[in-house]
């Protein structure tokens, strides 16, 4: 059942019109509050902690350096459930601290 390269007319009654319009009107209005909320969020909460993978990739190493450095305590490291979070400020210590390369 394709529908291409066709033009295809719909009749539907004035009033369901009204109100299809109505409903898209109103999801717009909540999605824009979501945003809006969203991005108050991302404004208040300071990024504290990056990702391992950003880790890596801040300090140009690899998944074996970052294990290395991690069981000698060398940077510390939070565990959330299963991902590993990396104080963001240990980014600007692995390149003043000559013990930690």
Do not use: C, H
Not at 30 to 58: C, G, T, V, W
Not at 73 to 94: A, D, G, H
């Amino acid at each position: 059942m394709g529908f291409n390269n066709s033009n295809i007319l719909v009749m539907i009654p004035a009033e369901e019109l009204e109100n299809l319009k109505k409903s898209q009107r109103e999801l717009a209005e909540k999605m824009e509050k979501l945003s809006e909320n969203l991005n108050k969020q991302n404004l208040a909460i300071p990024k504290d902690y990056i990702s391992a993978r950003e880790f890596r990739k801040a300090v140009d190493i690899g998944q074996w350096k970052f294990d290395q450095l991690v069981s000698s305590n060398l940077i510390k490291t939070i565990k959330k459930k299963r991902k590993i979070y990396v104080l963001s400020s240990e980014v600007q210590r692995y390149f003043k601290d000559p013990s930690i390369q």
